[in-house]
Protein backbone atom coordinates (compact mmCIF):
# COMPACT_ATOMS: atom_id res chain seq x y z
CA UNK A 1 0.00 0.00 0.00
CA UNK A 2 0.97 3.30 -1.28
CA UNK A 3 2.06 5.85 2.16
CA UNK A 4 -0.36 8.69 2.70
CA UNK A 5 2.05 11.41 1.64
CA UNK A 6 1.98 9.70 -1.99
CA UNK A 7 -1.51 9.30 -2.40
CA UNK A 8 -3.78 11.41 -4.47
CA UNK A 9 -6.66 12.95 -2.40
CA UNK A 10 -10.12 12.29 -3.68
CA UNK A 11 -13.52 13.52 -2.65
CA UNK A 12 -14.43 12.18 0.98
CA UNK A 13 -11.38 12.19 1.91
CA UNK A 14 -11.02 12.07 5.99
CA UNK A 15 -10.07 15.02 7.97
CA UNK A 16 -9.07 15.95 11.37
CA UNK A 17 -8.91 19.13 12.62
CA UNK A 18 -6.60 19.25 16.59
CA UNK A 19 -9.58 21.45 17.94
CA UNK A 20 -12.42 19.31 16.67
CA UNK A 21 -14.67 17.05 18.35
CA UNK A 22 -14.67 14.59 15.50
CA UNK A 23 -13.24 13.40 11.66
CA UNK A 24 -14.90 14.87 8.88
CA UNK A 25 -14.50 14.81 5.29
CA UNK A 26 -12.99 17.04 2.80
CA UNK A 27 -15.48 17.58 -0.20
CA UNK A 28 -15.69 18.68 -3.49
CA UNK A 29 -19.05 20.11 -4.80
CA UNK A 30 -18.37 20.46 -8.22
CA UNK A 31 -15.68 17.96 -9.92
CA UNK A 32 -12.68 19.20 -11.75
CA UNK A 33 -13.49 15.90 -14.26
CA UNK A 34 -10.51 14.09 -13.27
CA UNK A 35 -11.48 10.96 -11.59
CA UNK A 36 -9.58 8.27 -9.01
CA UNK A 37 -10.85 4.81 -9.18
CA UNK A 38 -14.62 6.47 -9.66
CA UNK A 39 -13.88 9.54 -7.32
CA UNK A 40 -13.79 13.27 -7.85
CA UNK A 41 -9.75 14.40 -7.39
CA UNK A 42 -9.23 17.66 -5.07
CA UNK A 43 -6.67 19.97 -5.82
CA UNK A 44 -4.56 22.29 -3.43
CA UNK A 45 -6.95 25.00 -4.17
CA UNK A 46 -10.22 23.04 -2.66
CA UNK A 47 -9.94 24.66 1.06
CA UNK A 48 -12.76 26.74 1.82
CA UNK A 49 -14.17 25.84 5.09
CA UNK A 50 -17.98 25.39 4.57
CA UNK A 51 -17.49 24.35 1.05
CA UNK A 52 -14.60 21.68 1.38
CA UNK A 53 -13.89 21.34 4.62
CA UNK A 54 -16.45 20.56 6.46
CA UNK A 55 -17.65 20.97 10.48
CA UNK A 56 -15.71 18.75 12.38
CA UNK A 57 -18.82 18.39 15.10
CA UNK A 58 -17.78 21.23 17.89
CA UNK A 59 -14.34 23.69 18.83
CA UNK A 60 -12.70 23.20 21.51
CA UNK A 61 -10.79 26.02 20.71
CA UNK A 62 -11.45 29.02 22.88
CA UNK A 63 -10.21 31.52 20.41
CA UNK A 64 -13.95 30.31 18.30
CA UNK A 65 -16.07 33.36 19.83
CA UNK A 66 -19.07 30.24 20.00
CA UNK A 67 -17.09 28.37 22.51
CA UNK A 68 -15.67 31.44 24.61
CA UNK A 69 -19.49 32.13 24.73
CA UNK A 70 -20.47 28.67 25.79
CA UNK A 71 -17.55 28.77 28.60
CA UNK A 72 -19.45 32.08 29.53
CA UNK A 73 -22.48 30.93 30.39
CA UNK A 74 -20.95 27.29 32.00
CA UNK A 75 -19.34 29.90 34.74
CA UNK A 76 -22.33 31.93 34.97
CA UNK A 77 -24.37 28.41 35.97
CA UNK A 78 -21.60 27.63 38.09
CA UNK A 79 -21.45 31.08 40.16
CA UNK A 80 -25.57 30.64 40.18
CA UNK A 81 -25.17 27.60 41.78
CA UNK A 82 -22.82 28.32 44.27
CA UNK A 83 -23.27 30.69 46.02
CA UNK A 84 -21.28 32.38 48.72
CA UNK A 85 -20.90 29.83 51.35
CA UNK A 86 -21.53 30.30 55.10
CA UNK A 87 -18.03 30.02 55.33
CA UNK A 88 -17.29 32.90 52.84
CA UNK A 89 -20.22 35.22 54.48
CA UNK A 90 -18.60 34.97 57.83
CA UNK A 91 -15.09 36.02 55.92
CA UNK A 92 -16.63 38.83 54.45
CA UNK A 93 -18.01 39.99 58.02
CA UNK A 94 -14.58 39.96 59.17
CA UNK A 95 -12.71 41.58 56.07
CA UNK A 96 -15.59 44.04 54.34
CA UNK A 97 -14.75 42.16 50.98
CA UNK A 98 -16.64 40.08 48.53
CA UNK A 99 -15.88 36.36 47.67
CA UNK A 100 -12.22 36.58 45.97
CA UNK A 101 -12.01 34.91 42.75
CA UNK A 102 -9.84 31.90 42.51
CA UNK A 103 -6.29 32.71 40.59
CA UNK A 104 -6.63 31.34 37.20
CA UNK A 105 -5.10 27.94 37.23
CA UNK A 106 -2.65 27.20 34.08
CA UNK A 107 -3.57 25.61 31.27
CA UNK A 108 -3.74 22.26 31.48
CA UNK A 109 -3.21 19.87 28.97
CA UNK A 110 -6.68 17.18 28.77
CA UNK A 111 -8.75 18.44 26.64
CA UNK A 112 -11.39 21.56 27.47
CA UNK A 113 -14.94 20.46 28.25
CA UNK A 114 -16.53 22.97 26.53
CA UNK A 115 -17.42 23.03 22.93
CA UNK A 116 -18.68 25.53 20.97
CA UNK A 117 -19.72 25.39 16.96
CA UNK A 118 -16.64 24.40 14.36
CA UNK A 119 -16.92 27.06 11.84
CA UNK A 120 -13.82 26.08 9.61
CA UNK A 121 -12.26 30.11 9.39
CA UNK A 122 -9.11 28.61 7.11
CA UNK A 123 -6.36 31.27 7.07
CA UNK A 124 -4.70 29.65 3.44
CA UNK A 125 -5.66 30.08 0.42
CA UNK A 126 -4.19 26.85 -0.21
CA UNK A 127 -3.29 22.89 0.78
CA UNK A 128 0.53 22.67 1.88
CA UNK A 129 0.69 19.83 -0.21
CA UNK A 130 0.17 18.94 -4.04
CA UNK A 131 1.68 16.89 -6.19
CA UNK A 132 4.83 18.83 -8.04
CA UNK A 133 5.12 18.55 -11.79
CA UNK A 134 1.08 17.25 -12.73
CA UNK A 135 -1.94 19.97 -13.15
CA UNK A 136 -5.71 19.52 -12.92
CA UNK A 137 -7.37 22.40 -14.52
CA UNK A 138 -3.81 24.31 -13.92
CA UNK A 139 -3.85 23.66 -10.34
CA UNK A 140 -1.63 21.31 -8.63
CA UNK A 141 -3.62 18.05 -7.11
CA UNK A 142 -4.03 17.72 -3.01
CA UNK A 143 -1.79 15.06 -1.72
CA UNK A 144 -2.43 12.78 1.71
CA UNK A 145 -0.83 14.04 4.44
CA UNK A 146 -1.72 17.83 3.77
CA UNK A 147 -2.69 20.63 6.16
CA UNK A 148 -4.12 23.60 6.34
CA UNK A 149 -4.42 26.32 9.68
CA UNK A 150 -8.01 27.41 11.43
CA UNK A 151 -8.20 31.11 12.50
CA UNK A 152 -9.05 29.38 15.69
CA UNK A 153 -5.85 27.23 16.11
CA UNK A 154 -6.81 24.46 14.87
CA UNK A 155 -4.44 22.23 12.59
CA UNK A 156 -6.71 20.18 9.93
CA UNK A 157 -4.95 17.19 7.78
CA UNK A 158 -5.77 14.93 5.60
CA UNK A 159 -5.80 11.34 7.14
CA UNK A 160 -6.87 9.04 4.84
CA UNK A 161 -6.83 9.71 0.83
CA UNK A 162 -10.47 8.91 -0.05
CA UNK A 163 -9.77 6.59 -2.30
CA UNK A 164 -11.15 3.05 -1.96
CA UNK A 165 -8.75 0.31 -1.84
CA UNK A 166 -7.52 -1.66 -5.22
CA UNK A 167 -10.51 -4.51 -5.87
CA UNK A 168 -13.34 -2.67 -4.14
Given at each position: MAELNDTFVVHGACSTCTMGMR????????????????????????????????????????ENPSTKEEAEKVQKAVDEACPETFTDKVMNFFTGGKKKKKKEEPKSTETPQVVGVCTP????????????????ESQRPLMGGARLYCMYGGEIEIVESGQPEAGS
Open positions: PSNVVLPETHGVFLRGQAQMTIKDCLGGANVICFGGCYSMNIIAQEWDHGQEGVET
